[in-house]
Protein backbone atom coordinates (compact mmCIF):
# COMPACT_ATOMS: atom_id res chain seq x y z
CA UNK A 1 0.00 0.00 0.00
CA UNK A 2 1.66 3.17 -1.38
CA UNK A 3 2.50 5.72 1.63
CA UNK A 4 1.69 9.38 1.36
CA UNK A 5 3.17 12.34 3.18
CA UNK A 6 2.27 15.89 2.88
CA UNK A 7 4.99 18.69 2.33
CA UNK A 8 3.91 21.96 4.31
CA UNK A 9 5.19 25.58 3.36
CA UNK A 10 8.38 25.49 5.79
CA UNK A 11 9.46 28.97 7.63
CA UNK A 12 11.72 30.16 5.86
CA UNK A 13 13.14 32.78 8.34
CA UNK A 14 11.74 34.53 11.88
CA UNK A 15 8.17 35.60 11.86
CA UNK A 16 7.33 34.32 8.44
CA UNK A 17 3.61 34.00 8.42
CA UNK A 18 3.20 33.52 4.20
CA UNK A 19 4.65 33.10 0.90
CA UNK A 20 3.54 33.26 -2.77
CA UNK A 21 4.37 29.98 -5.18
CA UNK A 22 6.60 31.22 -8.01
CA UNK A 23 7.37 28.51 -9.83
CA UNK A 24 7.54 24.32 -9.10
CA UNK A 25 10.57 22.34 -10.19
CA UNK A 26 8.25 19.25 -10.65
CA UNK A 27 4.92 17.89 -11.58
CA UNK A 28 2.21 15.52 -10.80
CA UNK A 29 4.35 11.48 -11.86
CA UNK A 30 7.91 12.72 -11.14
CA UNK A 31 10.17 10.70 -9.28
CA UNK A 32 12.18 13.48 -6.55
CA UNK A 33 15.53 12.29 -4.37
CA UNK A 34 15.93 13.28 -1.08
CA UNK A 35 17.14 17.32 -0.99
CA UNK A 36 16.11 17.97 -4.36
CA UNK A 37 14.65 20.97 -5.25
CA UNK A 38 10.95 20.90 -5.52
CA UNK A 39 9.45 25.00 -5.77
CA UNK A 40 10.79 28.22 -5.48
CA UNK A 41 8.85 30.79 -3.18
CA UNK A 42 8.80 34.21 -2.65
CA UNK A 43 8.77 35.48 1.09
CA UNK A 44 8.66 38.64 2.32
CA UNK A 45 12.35 39.27 2.19
CA UNK A 46 13.58 37.43 -0.84
CA UNK A 47 13.15 34.38 -3.19
CA UNK A 48 13.84 30.91 -1.64
CA UNK A 49 14.10 27.65 -3.18
CA UNK A 50 12.65 25.07 -0.71
CA UNK A 51 14.60 20.94 -0.97
CA UNK A 52 11.92 18.26 0.18
CA UNK A 53 13.51 15.70 2.53
CA UNK A 54 12.05 12.64 1.16
CA UNK A 55 12.15 10.16 -2.10
CA UNK A 56 9.35 9.47 -3.63
CA UNK A 57 7.52 9.94 -6.42
CA UNK A 58 4.81 13.15 -6.42
CA UNK A 59 0.95 12.73 -6.79
CA UNK A 60 -0.34 16.16 -6.29
CA UNK A 61 0.69 19.57 -6.50
CA UNK A 62 -2.33 21.48 -3.98
CA UNK A 63 -1.34 24.92 -5.14
CA UNK A 64 -0.06 26.83 -8.25
CA UNK A 65 1.80 29.30 -9.37
CA UNK A 66 1.15 33.05 -8.76
CA UNK A 67 -0.88 31.85 -5.09
CA UNK A 68 -0.01 33.08 -1.79
CA UNK A 69 -0.24 30.37 1.21
CA UNK A 70 0.16 30.22 4.67
CA UNK A 71 2.92 28.90 6.49
CA UNK A 72 2.46 24.97 7.40
CA UNK A 73 -0.13 24.59 4.40
CA UNK A 74 0.40 21.42 2.45
CA UNK A 75 1.84 22.20 -0.88
CA UNK A 76 2.71 18.87 -2.11
CA UNK A 77 1.96 15.28 -1.67
CA UNK A 78 4.37 12.73 -2.40
CA UNK A 79 4.06 9.20 -2.23
CA UNK A 80 7.11 7.62 -0.46
CA UNK A 81 6.39 4.13 -1.13
CA UNK A 82 5.48 3.53 -5.06
CA UNK A 83 6.64 0.36 -5.18
CA UNK A 84 3.63 -0.78 -3.10
CA UNK A 85 1.03 0.45 -5.38
CA UNK A 86 1.66 -2.24 -7.40
CA UNK A 87 0.45 -4.86 -5.18
CA UNK A 88 -3.89 -5.41 -5.81
CA UNK A 89 -5.58 -4.61 -2.57
CA UNK A 90 -7.90 -7.89 -1.78
CA UNK A 91 -11.51 -6.76 -3.90
CA UNK A 92 -13.97 -6.66 -1.49
CA UNK A 93 -11.37 -6.17 2.14
CA UNK A 94 -12.56 -2.82 3.75
CA UNK A 95 -9.78 0.01 4.82
CA UNK A 96 -8.78 -1.10 8.28
CA UNK A 97 -8.85 1.52 10.97
CA UNK A 98 -8.45 1.58 14.92
CA UNK A 99 -10.85 1.69 17.48
CA UNK A 100 -8.45 4.18 19.67
CA UNK A 101 -6.45 6.46 18.26
CA UNK A 102 -4.38 5.72 15.47
CA UNK A 103 -0.77 6.18 15.98
CA UNK A 104 1.42 8.56 13.31
CA UNK A 105 5.32 8.23 12.67
CA UNK A 106 6.91 11.58 12.24
CA UNK A 107 9.88 12.23 10.46
CA UNK A 108 11.81 15.04 11.50
CA UNK A 109 12.33 18.20 9.50
CA UNK A 110 14.96 19.37 7.59
CA UNK A 111 17.05 21.98 9.23
CA UNK A 112 14.98 25.25 8.62
CA UNK A 113 11.70 23.63 7.93
CA UNK A 114 9.47 25.90 10.37
CA UNK A 115 6.67 22.58 10.13
CA UNK A 116 6.39 18.57 10.70
CA UNK A 117 5.10 16.90 7.71
CA UNK A 118 4.01 13.50 8.76
CA UNK A 119 3.32 9.95 7.66
CA UNK A 120 -0.10 9.59 6.60
CA UNK A 121 -0.46 6.36 6.41
CA UNK A 122 -1.62 4.59 9.49
CA UNK A 123 -1.77 1.54 11.30
CA UNK A 124 -4.25 -0.05 13.13
CA UNK A 125 -3.57 -1.28 16.55
CA UNK A 126 -3.68 -5.49 17.49
CA UNK A 127 -6.89 -6.58 17.88
CA UNK A 128 -9.11 -3.86 16.33
CA UNK A 129 -12.59 -4.18 14.20
CA UNK A 130 -12.14 -3.20 10.84
CA UNK A 131 -14.18 -0.56 9.95
CA UNK A 132 -14.56 2.52 7.13
CA UNK A 133 -11.91 4.94 7.19
CA UNK A 134 -12.65 8.22 8.71
CA UNK A 135 -13.37 10.66 5.85
CA UNK A 136 -10.87 13.10 7.01
CA UNK A 137 -8.28 10.60 6.80
CA UNK A 138 -5.76 11.57 4.25
CA UNK A 139 -4.93 7.53 3.17
CA UNK A 140 -6.35 6.21 1.03
CA UNK A 141 -6.17 3.37 -1.71
CA UNK A 142 -3.71 5.15 -4.14
CA UNK A 143 -4.35 4.89 -8.11
CA UNK A 144 -1.36 2.45 -9.62
CA UNK A 145 -0.67 5.29 -12.52
CA UNK A 146 0.56 9.02 -10.99
CA UNK A 147 -1.30 11.40 -11.52
CA UNK A 148 -1.94 14.05 -14.85
CA UNK A 149 0.16 16.66 -14.33
CA UNK A 150 -1.99 20.16 -13.73
CA UNK A 151 -2.66 22.22 -17.15
CA UNK A 152 -0.32 24.68 -17.90
CA UNK A 153 -1.87 28.66 -17.32
CA UNK A 154 -2.91 30.04 -20.33
CA UNK A 155 -0.22 31.90 -21.74
CA UNK A 156 1.31 32.20 -18.13
CA UNK A 157 -1.68 33.60 -16.62
CA UNK A 158 -2.57 32.40 -13.38
CA UNK A 159 -6.09 33.48 -11.88
CA UNK A 160 -6.37 35.13 -8.39
CA UNK A 161 -8.38 32.66 -6.29
CA UNK A 162 -8.16 31.08 -2.75
CA UNK A 163 -8.19 27.05 -2.75
CA UNK A 164 -11.57 26.92 -1.55
CA UNK A 165 -12.60 28.59 -4.64
CA UNK A 166 -10.57 27.11 -6.74
CA UNK A 167 -12.38 23.36 -5.21
CA UNK A 168 -15.61 25.43 -6.17
CA UNK A 169 -14.87 26.36 -9.34
CA UNK A 170 -13.42 22.73 -10.17
CA UNK A 171 -16.91 21.13 -8.84
CA UNK A 172 -19.34 23.58 -10.86
CA UNK A 173 -17.08 23.59 -13.69
CA UNK A 174 -16.65 27.24 -14.09
CA UNK A 175 -12.99 28.03 -15.72
CA UNK A 176 -11.81 30.46 -13.69
CA UNK A 177 -9.35 31.59 -16.78
CA UNK A 178 -12.62 33.14 -18.12
CA UNK A 179 -13.42 34.76 -14.89
CA UNK A 180 -12.77 38.64 -13.62
CA UNK A 181 -12.52 38.97 -9.89
CA UNK A 182 -14.40 41.09 -8.16
CA UNK A 183 -12.42 41.88 -4.79
CA UNK A 184 -9.37 44.16 -4.30
CA UNK A 185 -6.10 43.38 -6.87
CA UNK A 186 -9.06 41.51 -9.17
CA UNK A 187 -8.71 38.26 -6.90
CA UNK A 188 -11.50 35.94 -7.91
CA UNK A 189 -14.28 34.97 -4.85
CA UNK A 190 -16.92 32.58 -4.40
CA UNK A 191 -19.26 35.25 -5.39
CA UNK A 192 -17.90 35.25 -8.76
CA UNK A 193 -17.90 31.52 -9.55
CA UNK A 194 -21.32 31.14 -8.58
CA UNK A 195 -22.34 33.30 -10.93
CA UNK A 196 -20.83 32.40 -13.42
CA UNK A 197 -22.22 28.98 -12.77
CA UNK A 198 -25.69 30.65 -13.06
CA UNK A 199 -25.25 32.54 -15.74
CA UNK A 200 -24.80 35.62 -14.04
CA UNK A 201 -22.13 37.77 -15.44
CA UNK A 202 -20.00 39.70 -12.82
CA UNK A 203 -20.45 43.30 -12.53
CA UNK A 204 -16.54 44.71 -10.59
CA UNK A 205 -17.06 48.18 -11.44
CA UNK A 206 -19.45 50.74 -13.30
CA UNK A 207 -16.82 52.76 -14.69
CA UNK A 208 -15.36 51.26 -18.01
CA UNK A 209 -11.69 52.00 -17.44
CA UNK A 210 -10.52 49.46 -20.53
CA UNK A 211 -6.96 49.14 -20.61
CA UNK A 212 -5.84 51.93 -19.02
CA UNK A 213 -5.37 50.61 -15.94
CA UNK A 214 -4.50 47.60 -14.15
CA UNK A 215 -3.69 45.93 -10.34
CA UNK A 216 -0.89 44.40 -9.18
CA UNK A 217 -1.45 43.07 -5.60
CA UNK A 218 0.66 43.75 -3.01
CA UNK A 219 2.38 41.20 -1.51
CA UNK A 220 6.42 39.78 -1.32
CA UNK A 221 9.14 41.90 -0.55
CA UNK A 222 7.32 45.25 -1.74
CA UNK A 223 4.44 44.45 1.00
CA UNK A 224 7.53 43.85 3.35
CA UNK A 225 9.41 47.01 2.17
CA UNK A 226 6.01 49.37 2.60
CA UNK A 227 5.20 48.36 5.97
CA UNK A 228 8.88 48.39 7.41
CA UNK A 229 8.66 52.17 6.01
CA UNK A 230 5.62 52.52 7.27
CA UNK A 231 6.79 51.39 10.88
CA UNK A 232 10.52 53.28 10.65
CA UNK A 233 8.84 56.53 9.59
CA UNK A 234 6.05 57.08 12.21
CA UNK A 235 8.40 55.27 15.19
CA UNK A 236 12.11 57.20 14.66
CA UNK A 237 12.39 60.68 14.89
CA UNK A 238 13.63 61.43 11.44
CA UNK A 239 16.31 64.21 11.28
CA UNK A 240 17.81 64.56 7.62
CA UNK A 241 21.34 66.81 6.71
CA UNK A 242 22.88 67.67 3.80
CA UNK A 243 26.38 67.98 2.93
CA UNK A 244 28.13 69.22 -0.78
CA UNK A 245 31.45 67.80 -1.48
CA UNK A 246 33.62 68.09 -4.30
CA UNK A 247 35.57 64.70 -4.90
CA UNK A 248 37.91 65.46 -7.52
CA UNK A 249 40.26 63.87 -6.01
CA UNK A 250 38.74 60.58 -5.26
CA UNK A 251 38.14 60.60 -8.76
CA UNK A 252 41.43 60.73 -9.74
CA UNK A 253 42.99 58.41 -7.01
CA UNK A 254 39.78 55.92 -8.54
CA UNK A 255 42.11 56.04 -11.95
CA UNK A 256 45.21 55.16 -10.12
CA UNK A 257 43.69 52.10 -8.44
CA UNK A 258 42.34 51.05 -11.64
CA UNK A 259 46.06 50.97 -13.03
CA UNK A 260 47.80 49.42 -10.15
CA UNK A 261 48.58 45.33 -9.80
CA UNK A 262 46.50 45.08 -6.48
CA UNK A 263 43.24 46.26 -8.09
CA UNK A 264 43.75 44.37 -11.77
CA UNK A 265 39.92 42.98 -12.44
CA UNK A 266 38.39 44.80 -9.41
CA UNK A 267 35.33 47.01 -9.82
CA UNK A 268 36.00 49.76 -7.59
CA UNK A 269 33.31 52.66 -7.57
CA UNK A 270 32.20 55.82 -5.73
CA UNK A 271 29.96 53.28 -3.41
CA UNK A 272 33.05 51.31 -2.53
CA UNK A 273 35.14 54.47 -1.23
CA UNK A 274 31.57 55.51 0.43
CA UNK A 275 31.27 51.98 2.27
CA UNK A 276 34.89 52.64 3.83
CA UNK A 277 34.54 56.01 4.50
CA UNK A 278 31.31 55.04 6.50
CA UNK A 279 33.14 52.13 8.58
CA UNK A 280 36.23 54.50 8.99
CA UNK A 281 33.88 57.70 10.21
CA UNK A 282 31.56 55.43 12.53
CA UNK A 283 34.92 54.28 14.69
CA UNK A 284 34.87 58.17 15.57
CA UNK A 285 31.21 58.38 15.99
CA UNK A 286 30.29 54.86 17.80
CA UNK A 287 26.16 56.35 18.04
CA UNK A 288 25.59 56.27 14.30
CA UNK A 289 26.29 52.46 14.28
CA UNK A 290 23.98 51.87 17.88
CA UNK A 291 19.98 51.18 18.08
CA UNK A 292 17.42 52.12 20.45
CA UNK A 293 15.24 49.07 22.22
CA UNK A 294 12.14 50.37 22.59
CA UNK A 295 11.18 47.26 24.74
CA UNK A 296 14.13 47.18 26.81
CA UNK A 297 14.25 51.36 27.02
CA UNK A 298 17.93 50.79 26.24
CA UNK A 299 20.83 52.16 23.73
CA UNK A 300 22.27 49.06 22.26
CA UNK A 301 25.98 49.87 20.74
CA UNK A 302 27.40 47.83 18.42
CA UNK A 303 31.41 47.27 17.91
CA UNK A 304 30.89 45.69 14.21
CA UNK A 305 29.52 47.35 11.39
CA UNK A 306 27.06 45.28 8.87
CA UNK A 307 26.78 47.53 5.72
CA UNK A 308 23.75 47.49 4.13
CA UNK A 309 23.26 48.48 0.77
CA UNK A 310 20.35 49.18 -0.58
CA UNK A 311 19.72 47.55 -4.46
CA UNK A 312 16.83 47.88 -6.65
CA UNK A 313 15.87 44.40 -8.12
CA UNK A 314 12.96 43.14 -10.09
CA UNK A 315 11.20 42.35 -6.82
CA UNK A 316 11.50 45.72 -5.20
CA UNK A 317 14.05 47.17 -2.84
CA UNK A 318 16.09 45.09 -0.91
CA UNK A 319 18.96 45.65 1.41
CA UNK A 320 21.39 42.37 1.32
CA UNK A 321 24.41 43.30 4.21
CA UNK A 322 28.12 43.04 4.09
CA UNK A 323 28.89 41.39 7.31
CA UNK A 324 32.04 42.75 9.38
CA UNK A 325 33.16 45.88 6.64
CA UNK A 326 34.92 47.51 9.11
CA UNK A 327 37.60 44.69 9.26
CA UNK A 328 37.41 44.60 4.97
CA UNK A 329 40.15 46.22 3.10
CA UNK A 330 39.17 48.93 0.31
CA UNK A 331 39.72 46.04 -2.16
CA UNK A 332 37.38 43.17 -0.09
CA UNK A 333 34.94 46.05 -0.02
CA UNK A 334 34.58 46.43 -3.24
CA UNK A 335 34.74 42.88 -4.05
CA UNK A 336 32.18 41.98 -1.35
CA UNK A 337 29.83 44.49 -3.35
CA UNK A 338 30.11 43.28 -6.88
CA UNK A 339 28.76 39.65 -5.39
CA UNK A 340 26.28 41.33 -3.51
CA UNK A 341 25.11 43.46 -6.20
CA UNK A 342 25.02 39.95 -8.36
CA UNK A 343 23.52 38.38 -6.02
CA UNK A 344 20.60 40.85 -5.74
CA UNK A 345 20.38 41.14 -9.11
CA UNK A 346 19.42 37.74 -9.89
CA UNK A 347 17.02 37.01 -6.93
CA UNK A 348 18.83 34.78 -5.50
CA UNK A 349 19.18 37.17 -1.67
CA UNK A 350 18.50 34.97 0.44
CA UNK A 351 16.62 36.16 4.07
CA UNK A 352 19.35 35.99 6.42
CA UNK A 353 21.69 38.06 3.97
CA UNK A 354 19.43 40.72 4.93
CA UNK A 355 18.67 40.76 8.38
CA UNK A 356 20.62 42.36 11.67
CA UNK A 357 22.11 45.48 9.52
CA UNK A 358 23.79 47.99 11.26
CA UNK A 359 24.13 50.91 9.28
CA UNK A 360 22.50 51.40 5.14
CA UNK A 361 23.68 53.22 2.33
CA UNK A 362 21.44 53.70 -0.63
CA UNK A 363 22.86 55.36 -3.93
CA UNK A 364 20.50 56.74 -5.12
CA UNK A 365 23.38 58.92 -7.83
CA UNK A 366 22.80 55.73 -10.07
CA UNK A 367 19.71 56.88 -10.70
CA UNK A 368 20.62 61.05 -11.81
CA UNK A 369 19.10 62.04 -9.00
CA UNK A 370 21.42 64.84 -6.51
CA UNK A 371 19.88 64.43 -3.08
CA UNK A 372 16.63 62.69 -1.27
CA UNK A 373 15.83 61.96 2.79
CA UNK A 374 15.98 58.73 2.75
CA UNK A 375 14.08 56.31 5.76
CA UNK A 376 15.87 54.36 8.02
CA UNK A 377 15.81 50.57 8.12
CA UNK A 378 13.96 49.23 11.23
CA UNK A 379 16.82 48.28 13.58
CA UNK A 380 19.45 50.42 12.61
CA UNK A 381 19.40 54.59 13.41
CA UNK A 382 21.23 55.89 10.29
CA UNK A 383 21.00 55.61 6.48
CA UNK A 384 23.67 57.59 4.18
CA UNK A 385 22.23 58.55 0.57
CA UNK A 386 25.12 59.29 -2.44
CA UNK A 387 24.15 61.67 -4.70
CA UNK A 388 25.34 61.57 -8.36
CA UNK A 389 28.42 62.90 -9.70
CA UNK A 390 28.25 66.19 -11.68
CA UNK A 391 30.88 68.77 -13.67
CA UNK A 392 30.10 72.08 -11.24
CA UNK A 393 31.63 75.14 -10.98
CA UNK A 394 33.43 75.44 -7.83
CA UNK A 395 35.76 77.72 -6.16
CA UNK A 396 39.39 76.48 -5.73
CA UNK A 397 41.85 78.80 -4.19
CA UNK A 398 40.01 81.48 -5.15
CA UNK A 399 39.41 80.47 -8.61
CA UNK A 400 36.08 79.06 -10.30
CA UNK A 401 37.03 75.43 -11.55
CA UNK A 402 34.86 72.78 -13.13
CA UNK A 403 35.49 70.37 -10.36
CA UNK A 404 33.67 66.46 -9.66
CA UNK A 405 31.03 67.40 -7.33
CA UNK A 406 27.95 64.91 -5.27
CA UNK A 407 25.55 65.70 -2.34
CA UNK A 408 25.54 63.55 0.65
CA UNK A 409 22.23 63.69 3.00
CA UNK A 410 22.05 61.73 6.25
CA UNK A 411 18.85 60.95 8.08
CA UNK A 412 19.27 59.46 11.96
CA UNK A 413 17.25 58.68 14.56
CA UNK A 414 17.46 61.55 16.90
CA UNK A 415 16.58 59.44 19.94
CA UNK A 416 20.31 57.54 19.65
CA UNK A 417 22.01 60.23 17.63
CA UNK A 418 22.06 63.88 18.53
CA UNK A 419 22.54 66.67 15.82
CA UNK A 420 26.12 67.46 16.81
CA UNK A 421 26.92 63.75 16.48
CA UNK A 422 25.05 63.39 13.35
CA UNK A 423 27.27 66.01 11.82
CA UNK A 424 30.43 64.97 12.89
CA UNK A 425 29.82 61.83 11.22
CA UNK A 426 28.72 63.38 8.00
CA UNK A 427 31.78 65.50 7.92
CA UNK A 428 33.84 63.04 8.80
CA UNK A 429 32.13 61.10 5.98
CA UNK A 430 32.77 63.84 3.88
CA UNK A 431 36.27 64.90 4.20
CA UNK A 432 37.24 60.80 3.50
CA UNK A 433 35.24 61.47 0.18
CA UNK A 434 36.74 64.59 -0.86
CA UNK A 435 40.43 63.48 0.02
CA UNK A 436 40.59 59.26 0.85
CA UNK A 437 44.26 60.75 1.86
CA UNK A 438 42.70 61.77 5.10
CA UNK A 439 41.78 57.47 5.78
CA UNK A 440 45.69 58.08 6.71
CA UNK A 441 44.88 60.27 9.98
CA UNK A 442 42.01 57.66 10.98
Not at 11 to 24: P, Q, V
Not at 62 to 81: F, K, N, S
Not at 99 to 104: H, K, R
Request: with cysteine; proline share 9%.
Amino acid sequence: MPTYKQFPLADTAEGLTEADILSWHVKPGDTVTVNQIVVEIETAKAAVELPIPWAGVVTELHVEPGQTVEVGTPILTIDVDPGGAAAPAPAAAPAPAASAPAEEEEMKPLVGYGSKAVVTQRRARKGAAPAAAPAAAVTAPAPVAPAAPAPAPRGGYVPLAKPPVRKLAKDLGVDLHALTGSAEGGVITRDDVERAANGTPVVTSTVDSGSRERRVPVKGVRKMTAAAMVQSAYTAPHVTEFLTIDVTPMMEFREKLKKSREFAGIKVTPLTFAAKAVCLAAKRTPDINAVWDEAAQEIVYKDYVHLGIAAATPRGLIVPKIRDADSMSLKELAESLTQLTETARAGKTTPADMANGTFTISNIGVFGIDTGTPIINPGESAILALGSIRDTPWVVDGQVQVRKVMQLSLSFDHRVIDGQQGSEFLADVGALLADPAMAMTY
